[in-house]
């Protein structure tokens, strides 16, 4: 029996076999396989292959393992984020189809890759080796099939293998066992032209498929070969339309609730387009979300033959859809979308591969939207990251303009604290370039001063050892000439990570004006500290930052005492100006000046010209200058001018009426003592009260000179002085000026010795301290008067400062009043200090008392007892008896021998008593009333006018006038002066215009004759 097709094909191992497969190990990771894909992507001859055709043989030791095929790696990118951490061995799955060398044949292999669905097949050894790898598209390429003539050349897909098989049996065996009524001959040729036609109906949908899987790769690489997903989509959908004939393709993404927006769609011309519509279906909302999360696909022939809800039919009828394919598209985990297909035209028999094809572009679809999110994601990365580097550059730019326009220098230093930055300002300070100094430690040349160098060495080290982040010190510093500059250093430390030290960075600024500047200040400060003012600084708060040694001494408070505490806390104002006001002042016009009262620590009343005035240099903290002049003693000064002017004034008007007074006394006086002449001293009766009359004037006019010496402050001549006379007056006025209430007890010793002193200061010691006695009783009481010799000895002279050894006249004035408190008693001598209620007393009486006994040579004691009353002890220094005076004896009057006087004065009566009483002792007299005619008289008779007695105050022409113009007539003219009261500038001007005497009204006839005999001889 002849066999017209062989029992063999044609085709030999070495004709389809690839020598040098992609194999990786066991242990490898999928991203390094996919790496060596793409490096396995060139064929020997440098044609470019597509990997995605090629399955991975995984090894272990020299063995096959497994096969990895590209949709089996699809999948795993597509369900794992982290990918390219998968170990290969754990993503294989199902057994191993491979085929022995010695058992190849062609269509051996073809039928075990379809059995086993794959597109290459490993050749092993006999020893388990692999040999080499077979792929389908070659194998197809490489099998023929033998006819009776011309066999044709043919695609392995023409049949089954296992009916390609079945044609090897000889035709006779055919014919006699299948076809045993038809003969032979026409059997066979009948058999033979149906073999063929399926042949070519097999080989036709071989190629389709094969054409369809080229598409697809075509399809899959131009996915992978973008990153846009625009792009992506585009391309997903028009080759998913051309690879299922469809009619419309499009992508489904869903929102968070389920909703969603068609975001790429491929549709033929005639059909609804649906790109970007928003899609609201409860179909995604129910169970039918969590099956495609699954993995559920989906395929309908005819949706009108499905059950599905009216919501959902609705929308396919709006789609126009007749027939649908749907797959998820899952990355990761989660459900992105749907890969939808749509048949409009009609329904549609869907095939396996077709759900294949769309489930293996949805796996590349997936890839692909992860990829393009990693390269989103990238993009931004590199943006963010190139933003940040530009904000680096300008960062950089910027920190090194500003570090080399800083008037700081800056110093950058190594771990090892070498130079490695100096900034053109350090250059510019110390004077050395930065080629001279980058490189070198700083004390490998001559930058700081020998003996700050230690301690900025341990600056450095507190550093770099990690104790302190940042610290500032001062050095000074070396210029490159040699120059010291003071310099303050702030130093920090850059780490990284791992707290290792990158730099260390010194910011050093030229403090030498600085410093110069400060010195200048702590000098001033010094001088401020000289100065008597008082001078503070508060800041805002009202808080005291500077005191000097004027304020110590001022308040009592020492600085390290006043420093943060306020002005009020330290300082109580008695007589302030509203705080308000000096405030506001100070906002409106940034400066103050007044007046304040204020009370020391000490409880000391001191008056200040305070000047405030506000600091702005930092205007966030203001702060105020305040300075304060202790002007106490000036305003106590003002007081007693003040006081002085009051008593000249009323001197002044003491001196009129003085004036008047002594003119009507001057007669007076005179009348009684002519009257005591010229009655007989047997009438006693007369002679008594002509003594009363003239002991009375007497009285008078020493009252007025009393008057004008107190209000005048007319300082009396220092003379030997009896107290005795002087305690008498003063009795005199207590008991008649004081409160009956008081009692009044002297105790004058008969031998009292005298003193040399003022008796009208003295007269006002005594008054001043009886007035204080009559004060402290304001309901009465005893004021006793003592004088008494006294002597000082050795003991009694250590006691008083004031006090020497020898005879001393003691005075005291005692009283039965108030007494005063022994804390009071060491200042009842200050000038205005008074226990008195306000507006009854000045506060200078003691104090004067004490001013005049200590100008006499003398002191005081004090003793007091509350409630029981007070004793003032004066003591003044006794004269020595070699010192007193001997008592002139008394002279008798001289008779006049007819010489004429000239009496000149205002008042009548004082001219024609002083007339009468050179007449009654042998004197012709003749009177003016006023310096005219005083002038006229005596040119009239200057031969016969021997002297001129004129007063010095008159109407018109003043006395000193006309005594002046008589010098002119004659320069030997005679004058006695008279007045109330002798000023020095008037006895001087008098002396000067010929005055010889000077008479004081009143005067006595003894005076007057005395002074007119001595002017003649």
């Keep these: 029996m002849s066999r017209p097709f062989p029992a063999t094909d044609s085709c030999e191992l070495e004709q389809v076999l690839i020598p040098a497969p992609l194999t990786v190990p066991a242990d490898a990771l999928l991203g390094q396989a996919i790496a060596q894909i793409n490096r396995h992507g060139q064929n020997s001859s440098g044609a470019e292959t597509d990997p995605s055709d090629r399955s991975i043989l995984v090894v272990e030791n020299a063995r096959l393992i497994g096969i990895l095929t590209p949709l089996q790696i699809l999948r795993a990118i597509a369900n794992h984020g982290d990918w390219q951490r998968l170990v290969v061995a754990e993503i294989l799955s199902g057994e191993i189809a491979a085929l022995r060398s010695g058992e190849f044949n062609g269509l051996t292999a073809l039928k075990l890759m379809q059995e086993k669905g794959v597109a290459e097949l490993p050749v092993l050894r006999d020893d388990g080796t692999i040999l080499g790898i077979i792929s389908l598209k070659h194998l197809l390429g490489s099998l023929q099939l033998p006819t009776d003539g011309d066999p044709p050349k043919c695609s392995a897909a023409s049949r089954k293998p296992d009916e390609i098989q079945e044609m090897a049996f000889s035709r006779d065996e055919i014919l006699s066992q299948n076809h045993p009524q038809f003969p032979p001959d026409l059997v066979r040729q009948g058999y033979a032209e149906a073999l063929n036609a399926q042949l070519r109906q097999r080989t036709t949908q071989l190629r389709a498929q094969v054409e369809q899987a080229q598409l697809l790769a075509t399809v899959a690489q131009r996915i992978r070969s973008s990153l846009e997903l625009e792009q992506i989509l585009d391309a997903s959908m028009s ?52 099956k495609f999360r699954r993995g559920c696909k989906r395929a309908v022939a005819n949706v009108d033959r499905v059950p599905l809800s009216d919501c959902h039919r609705r929308l396919l009828r709006g789609f126009q859809a007749q027939a649908y394919l749907v797959v998820p598209i899952t990355i990761g985990s989660q459900l992105w979308g749907l890969l939808v297909a749509h048949q409009c035209s009609g329904p549609r028999d869907w095939q396996p591969h077709d759900l294949e094809l769309l489930d293996h572009l949805a796996v590349q679809l997936a890839i692909a939207i992860q990829q393009a999110r990693a390269f989103e994601q990238v993009q931004r990365e590199l943006k963010e990251r190139q933003q940040i580097e530009a904000s680096l550059r300008r960062a950089y730019q910027q920190l090194t303009f500003h570090v080399e326009n800083t008037p700081l220098a800056a110093l950058e230093w190594n771990w090892q604290l070498r130079v490695q930055r100096w900034s053109g300002q350090a250059e510019r300070i110390f004077g050395w370039r930065a080629s001279e100094v980058l490189g070198k430690a700083w004390t490998e040349w001559p930058l700081v001063w020998e003996e700050d160098l230690p301690q900025l060495q341990a600056a450095a080290r507190r550093l770099l050892n990690g104790s302190e982040p940042r610290n500032l010190c001062q050095a000074r510093t070396y210029t490159k000439t040699g120059e010291i500059r003071y310099c303050e250093w702030y130093n920090s430390v850059l780490r990284d990570e791992t707290d290792q030290v990158i730099s260390v960075l010194s910011l050093v600024q030229d403090m030498s004006d600085r410093h110069q500047a400060e010195q200048k200040i702590r000098e001033q400060a010094a001088l401020l500290d000289v100065a008597t003012d008082a001078i503070m600084v508060c800041d805002a708060s009202d808080r005291i930052t500077y005191w000097n040694h004027g304020a110590e001494k001022l308040y009592g408070w020492s600085a390290a005492e006043a420093i943060g505490h306020t002005v009020t806390q330290l300082i109580r104002q008695t007589l302030p100006e509203p705080a308000i006001q000096i405030w506001q002042s100070l906002t409106a016009q940034g400066e103050w000046q007044g007046e304040l009262e204020q009370v020391t620590r000490a409880g000391k009343t001191a008056i200040v010209e305070s000047r405030w005035a506000l600091v702005q240099e930092n205007p966030s903290a203001p702060s105020v200058l305040i300075v304060n002049t202790d002007i106490t003693e000036r305003k106590q000064l003002e007081s007693q001018f003040l006081r002085a002017q009051r008593l000249e004034s009323i001197g002044t008007l003491a001196s009129g009426i003085a004036h008047d007074l002594n003119n009507i006394l001057t007669p007076i006086l005179a009348g009684t003592q002519l009257l005591q002449r010229r009655v007989p001293e047997s009438d006693r009766h007369a002679q008594e009260l002509l003594e009363i009359v003239e002991m009375n004037v007497h009285r008078g006019a020493a009252l007025v000179k009393q008057v004008l010496s107190f209000s005048r402050g007319m300082a009396g001549e220092r003379t030997a002085l009896s107290l005795q006379p002087l305690i008498a007056e003063v009795t005199q006025i207590i008991r008649e000026t004081f409160p009956k209430a008081i009692a009044l007890a002297s105790d004058i010793a008969p031998d009292l010795w005298l003193i040399r002193g003022d008796g009208t200061q003295l007269h006002q010691v005594l008054m001043n301290l009886c007035v204080n006695g009559r004060d402290a009783m304001p309901e009465g009481g005893q004021l006793g008067i003592k004088a008494e010799n006294c002597l000082i000895n050795d003991q009694d002279a250590q006691r008083e400062l ?23 008693l060491e200042r009842i001598f200050e000038p205005f200090f008074t226990t008195k209620e306000p507006g009854k007393g000045t506060g200078l009486g003691l104090s004067t008392v004490l001013g005049i006994v200590k100008s006499h040579g003398g002191f005081v004691r004090v003793k007091s007892t509350l409630a029981q009353g007070s004793e003032f002890q004066v003591y003044l220094p006794a004269m020595p008896r070699s010192a007193i005076p001997a008592i002139a004896p008394k002279q008798e009057l001289r008779q006049g021998q007819g010489e004429l006087i000239l009496v000149v004065d205002d008042e009548i009566n004082v001219t024609q008593m002083a007339a009468a009483t050179l007449k009654s002792f042998g004197y012709r007299a003749m009177v003016a009333q006023n310096g005219q005619e005083a002038i006229a008289l005596y040119q009239e008779h200057q031969g016969e006018i021997g002297v001129v007695v004129m007063d010095n105050m008159m109407p018109g022409i003043s006395g000193v006038t006309a005594m002046r113009a008589l010098r002119q007539l004659n320069a030997q003219v005679k004058i006695i002066a008279v007045s109330g009261l002798y000023g020095k500038q008037q006895m001087t001007a008098m002396s000067e215009a010929g005055v010889i005497a000077f008479l004081s009204k009143p005067y006595s006839t003894e005076a007057l004759l005395q002074a007119v005999a001595k002017a003649l001889t």
Aim: charged share 25%; net charge negative.
């Design 802 to 824: 004031e006090a020497r050894v020898g005879p001393y006249v003691k005075i005291s004035v005692r009283d039965t009043g108030v007494g005063i408190p022994a804390e009071q």
């Design 239 to 290: 080759g998913a339309k051309l690879l299922l004939g469809a009619d419309r393709v499009l992508v489904y993404q869903f929102d968070a609730d389920m909703s969603g927006t068609i975001v790429a769609e491929s549709v033929e011309s005639q059909w609804l387009p649906l790109l970007n519509a928003k899609i609201e279906d409860s179909f995604f909302k129910t169970s039918a979300a969590d």
